[in-house]
């Protein structure tokens, strides 16, 4: 058959069991990548250690992200369950700033173990700079190395579940998920939807 018409500029169909490339398009070009970003901030902070029913302080430096956001304050406490959450559902800024900051002891050292794992995975057009994948320079990946690294996040049944969540109420937080195709598309399990005007 006929290859499908697909309006991004990179794509890529990979089975998720065996990692055969079913269908790709510019799959290996470096592009920006906006929130999807926060897959890779999230399976780095679940194969951190920490628990999920840890309770974080939030500091001043975590707070006051631009763009999608949890609004968290300075001195709240919140589980790192909830910062999960946060990240995955409502892609918040903030969340990912504290995630980082909490599982990493800094917020550098934290991306700095991101990069690592996407190295284990394979992922060669891949570079990280923040934890929420606001446009910076340097920060990158591809449709490919996405594939992989949503692979990895599959076979993490933590994160698999969170990413599957349609809402979820956690204290005094209430998430929807961003992610639309959980309820128009039968089948669909997750990820992550990223968007900014140059991703």
């Known amino acids: 058959g006929a290859a499908p ?3 991004a500029a990179s794509a890529v169909l990979m089975d998720g ?4 490339v079913l269908y790709e398009k510019d799959s290996h070009t470096r592009r920006p990548i906006a929130s999807i970003t926060k897959l890779m901030t999230a399976l780095t902070a679940l194969e951190s250690g920490h628990s999920l029913k840890e309770t974080v302080t939030v500091k001043q430096e975590w707070t006051g992200a631009e763009g999608s956001s949890l609004y968290l304050r300075p001195g ?3 589980s790192l369950e909830t910062l999960l959450y946060g990240l995955m559902l409502r892609s918040g800024n903030d969340a990912a700033l504290a995630i980082a900051g909490w599982c990493g002891d ?3 050292d934290f991306v700095a173990q991101m990069n690592q794992k996407a190295r284990q995975l394979g992922m060669e057009d891949s570079a990280f700079v923040n934890p929420n994948g606001l446009n910076a320079e340097g920060h990158y990946s591809s449709a490919y190395d996405m594939a992989l690294l949503a692979q990895a ?3 993490n049944d933590t994160l698999a579940e969170i990413a599957a ?6 204290g005094t937080y209430t998430f929807t998920n961003h992610n639309k195709l959980l309820w128009r598309y039968e ?3 997750g990820l992550k939807t990223g968007y900014t005007e140059r991703s």
């Open 187 to 189: 089948g669909c399990v």
């Open 76 to 78: 709240e406490e919140i």
């Open 165 to 170: 969540t349609r809402s979820i109420t956690l």
């Open 5 to 7: 018409g697909v309006s």
């Open 17 to 20: 069991d065996s990692g055969r």
């Open 153 to 155: 996040c599959l076979d």
């Open 106 to 108: 800094t917020v550098e």
